[in-house]
């Protein structure tokens, strides 16, 4: 019989970025630590654990890093302080298997650069990546960058040099240049040199010449269309493959009348507590109480009272707390 360290290991196997081989050391120090205080670990670490296995593409921040450093704690024989209790805390729960797998595939596509799924125009791209693969004024800008760095100081074990990446509403951490300092005078002159050719970065001498991309991130879904790309929307995207790739996370339907309706509810929900209040303090029971809540809601008092409990449970947690006088 598999031990579950073994289910955890096959079950990280299939994913993309070598995940099982990311995450081995980290589950091991878990099911050992687990094994010797099973309820103290569950209770503190069950919810980080449970997010080993969401694809890194939607964590919030690097669970791993978090489990491994409360792991640490524990096995010192101290308690979580505050700073990891809270991290946890407001860690939401995980998404579900459906949403997992769907971004798990996603991550596939993504780790080897294969847009094809959701961009139906290669060829811009195939045309584009030719011209400048083959202008010989590249490689002579190349050799530059190679005659005053060391550019394998900032490559990757696979030989990619990346420029600085695109951020969200452009607001980019890392903005400053300090001239004295060679690393980041490097990478001022890559990411130029990258405009200058629209490019994601170099892989040893070769060019990554930038794509059409489609990219899931843990707040939402970013198309990133390269500046020299001539966009046609209604041809160049596959865009019902980009809204299934979207929707997987949708928690459900949406629009302006489902809005006006939430808010209504929202409004009753908030009546109701106060008409509870009233009800409770006139001793009101039974059919009396049912006719008065109706009453106050503006319902039909043929109402069925399941629709005052379905109202009442659906917000029982989410209203704001009442002043008291």
């Known amino acids: 019989m598999k031990s579950q360290f073994d289910l955890d290991m096959a079950r990280l196997a299939p994913r993309a970025y070598d995940r099982a081989e990311w995450a081995e050391a980290a589950l091991c120090r878990y099911h050992a630590a687990r094994s010797k205080s099973k309820d103290a670990i569950e209770s503190q670490l069950r919810l980080l654990y449970d997010w080993m296995f969401v694809p890194a593409t939607i964590w919030p921040f690097n669970i791993q890093d978090v489990l491994e450093d409360c792991l640490t704690t524990l096995e010192k024989g101290k308690r979580l302080n505050s700073r990891q209790r809270l991290l946890i805390e407001l860690l939401p729960a995980p998404p579900d298997e459906a949403i997992c797998a769907t971004v798990a595939e996603h991550e596939h596509h993504v780790q080897k650069g294969i847009y094809e799924d959701l961009v139906k125009t290669p060829a811009k791209f195939a045309q584009k990546e030719l ?48 001239p004295r300092r060679r690393a980041d ?80 509810r929202i409004r009753d929900a908030e009546k109701l507590r106060c008409l509870d209040q009233e009800a409770l303090r006139r001793q009101l029971k039974g059919a009396k109480k049912h006719e008065f809540l109706c009453a106050g809601l503006n319902w039909e008092a043929a109402t069925s009272p399941r629709r005052i409990s379905r109202l009442r449970a659906e917000f029982k947690s989410k209203l704001p707390a009442r002043k008291t006088p």
């Not at 951490?173 to 300090?178: A, H």
């Not at 490097?186 to 050719?197: E, K, V, Y």
């Open 131 to 178: 011209a400048i693969q083959t202008d010989p004024q590249l490689h002579r800008d190349w050799a530059r960058l190679k005659a005053e760095f060391n550019v394998q100081d900032y490559a990757e074990h696979k030989g990619v040099i990346r420029r600085t990446m695109d951020t969200e509403r452009n607001l980019r951490p890392r903005f400053s240049v300090n």
């Open 185 to 264: 005078v490097f990478q001022a002159a890559f990411d130029s040199f990258c405009l200058r050719w629209n490019l994601y970065g170099m892989q040893n001498d070769t060019p990554l010449v930038l794509k059409l991309a489609v990219n899931l991130t843990p707040f939402g879904t970013l198309i990133h269309i390269p500046a020299y790309w001539s966009l046609d929307p209604k041809r160049d995207l596959r865009w019902d493959a980009i809204a299934d790739l979207h929707r997987a996370r949708v928690p459900g339907r949406q629009g302006p009348a489902l809005a006006e309706g939430h808010a209504q």
